[in-house]
């Protein structure tokens, strides 16, 4: 049987994620972005889709590169005001039974002791559907609400984030053993002591001497998310994530990006199709092919290309502001920026981009493809890219929300269905079992394994 | 018309709260502290019974005082596991209209930036309904959690905490205008840019150069409490506080208490009735008083002396664990310390007590006052601590959850409203509203408003 696809939905805490301006479209909900009403009913039809998981981005700082200051990201509300993303998890969950919840949350700015007693804490109510999305930051004035002057350079990131790991994974992992809280009322024990252990970290960059303020969760460790594609971020990756967000023109760009991800992993001997590979995506779909090309042409009316230059200028760190629209983009020459501005201009090696057609092209999905057409149509694409690149699904962007998402779940999802390369009920368990099988916490081939038993060998808290 | 009585209920995210031991009683649902369900009854009950707010408490450290380690903590559960408290607020939030949420947070260990966007973000969800009880912390476990051999000296922490405040309503309360968004699809403006400003603040402890990321939320600040009552907690409550919380053993050191909190607010220019003071207290309420006591009697059946021993040693940095239950519990050194006992101890000067005594005592309601009988008795009690004190209302421990707080709606509440005590519907508007009347923002005497108009004096971000 052909491999499964799996779906995410990309989506942010905020009004404007990857379609800048299309919070003026007229059956668009970003408005109430700040409301509980829109993510309940996000969730509801997300579990009607039978998607995988939630996926929630986030940003500590805003956009200002483009012009030299924040006006623009302000004016158009590029991700700019944006909320904690966290916070909208429990509301989520108790109006759902399997949608998984996949957070980002940036290591720069969150105390680790503080951070793991959060995911555990959402483990618990979620009943083992939280997952984090690992990043370290890329926008200098996140850096500066932090009282930095600029964010700590890349590749010191991620030695840091390394350092941050072993400590999470310990109070995770290796504080608390699996038998340790009996609850037994007749003997009045509710913990046993001696199956608690402190956790003494002394890394470079972090301390800890401190017992995990959880108990065990069904996870434990939430599911690891990873999207960094630098040699820096593909080396974290391979160690640690569980899943891994790719974004890239072509299915040929991704299929070498998929082969580079799973080389990684199994040179440091992991299993390299235990690792889930999702691409960055946008569907238009409708009941006819022209009723989806109409539909494009309706939202394309709404698209903002000053937003979408705001956001190329964070992501790649070039000015747009200064560009004549008809310039021919060049290269760029910062690593991020390049592999940014490749996920769109990369599938044709041939042709010249302008800024304007740049603007154009992000201004539905971000540096994502755009997949538009009938059910039949879009599943065809869609099976073409997981067959052709070794994917494992894909992270959806919206262009009008909820309606993208509601579209998927309710055309292109029974077609995949029928086409049997798309689940017809959810697996039973936690986020991990749902996507793995097998157990709710990390196989005993992860790094974070390591630290498991460590309780065995401490001092009593 | 006599003052309205207001209730606050007094939970955490734990097993054992107050009272220690009581998890084992076979109606208690304490074991179900880390599922949304046992939340989202609560909630539900509370709103019921028109209390004003749900006030989480929180710890981030162990109590391992007594005995010298974590060890009968952990055994008795008392107050660890202990989980998140700022994560229940959304899905609580979800199923109710009006239950104020005022949560805890200790701000020595929550960088202000993320902080501020993440009380802004659960304003915004709740609409209005979210406050802030801001804590320093007093246990050096919590400090051993982030890297510090033991917790900032007392006075220390309130400089610090002066800071932070600064730093943080700069961020609500300067960065953003009110009219700042304006969402005008038309003219394709979210956000003006010109009426948000970066927040510039260089203090001894934070520095903060960046706009706040969220938009201005229903009350911006949220309504502001806090539980100091040494000379500095004093003072910080005098300049910052909206509502205190207090605890004390006998009506008389209760009337002194807010005597000194209403003078020390008036001597720095605020109107002394504008502060809300809550007192601690537990009733134990049944239809008769014969009932009510037999209820009592149940309940001590499972009462956890240890338990409440390892909460008094966390509290006074006594460790009761050498002390003979026998014994005179004697004066003690520390400040904290001695305050704590004296909540117990001062309501009778010259009545000795023995460590056994004291382990009761704190068994069933921690270290506040028991309250106990038929509706009526009750009434004329909570009556009585009101008119002769000058308290507003009573933050109320459970023994059994929810069953205590159960009772206090469907019994209690229904006799002070006939008494004309207490409210038969909740105000409209914002928990500010709901409390004070008037606006949903602080007031312009409120030492926040000072940094209201700074946005107009900066650059632009």
Redesign the interface.
Known sequence: MSKPIRFNAFEM?C??HQSP?L??HPRDRS?AY???DYW?DLARILERGLFDGLFLADV???Y?VYGG????A????TQ?????P??????M???TRHLGFGVTVNLS???P??FA??M???D??T?GRIGWNIVTGYLD??A????KDRQTAHDDRYAIAEDYMAAVYKLWEGSWADDA?V?D?EA??????ER?RKVQHDGPH??????H???P?PQRTPVLYQAGTSPAGLGFAARHAECVFISGPSRKVIASRVAAIRQAAARIGRDPASILIFTLLTVIVAPSDEEARAKLADYRRYA?HEGALTLMSGWTGVDFSQLDPDAIVEHVENEAGRSALENITRADPDRRWTVREVAEHVAIGGIGPLVVGSPARVADELEAWVDETGIDGFNLAFAVRPETFRDVADLLVPELQRRGRYKTAYAEGALRQKLFGGSARLSESHTAADYRQLWQALE??
Chains 1, 2 share one sequence.
């Not at 302000?74 to 509300?77: F, G, K, V, W």
């Open positions: 805490n009004v404007a301006g919070w003026r408005r700040n409301r509980l309940l500590l700082g805003v200002d200051n924040g006006a623009a302000l004016q158009h509300a700019i005001p944006v909320n904690d966290l916070l909208l998890v429990p509301a969950a108790a109006v700015y969150e105390p002791y503080g007693r959060r555990s804490t959402l618990h109510l009943e004035s996140a500066r609400g932090a009282g809280v609850a009322a009045g024990v509710f913990t046993v002591p608690v972090f301390r800890i001497d401190a017992l303020l959880s108990e969760s903002d009593t808290a």
